[in-house]
Nanobody, 119 residues
């Protein structure tokens, strides 16, 4: 079983920065993808950014140039540096880890952390 523990959310003014962290523990397949998703009230969950174990990244258009995803494979930890935050970035941010192996697809989620950006 895999556990994901997020930290770093909070309240920040527009234009400010926050850094989210997500530490994974348990039995983790080495080739995996880690990412951040967010869900605002009344909206569907959406992808924010993902990063493969090889370091390839992909971002939602709405955060390109403002957010940076990175990971430390030795610590099984993924980070999301969020700069120039906007009120519309307000959401619950959840960490995801997924991989495929002989037994199929494996998908794990953290409990979520609230990010609130005030105008």
């Amino acid at each position: 079983q895999v556990q994901l523990v997020e930290s770093g959310g909070g309240l920040v003014q527009a234009g400010g920065s926050l850094r989210l962290s997500c530490a994974a523990s348990g039995s983790i397949f080495s080739r995996n993808n880690m990412g951040w998703y967010r869900q605002a009230p009344g909206n569907q969950r959406e992808l924010v950014a993902i990063i493969t174990s090889g370091g390839s990244t992909n971002y939602a258009d709405s955060v390109k140039g403002r957010f940076t995803i990175s990971r430390d494979n030795g610590k099984n930890t993924v980070y999301l540096q969020m700069n120039s935050l906007l009120p519309e970035d307000t959401a619950v941010y959840s960490c995801n880890l997924n991989y495929d192996n002989y037994f199929g697809r494996h998908d794990y989620w953290g409990q979520g952390t609230q990010v609130t950006v005030s105008s």
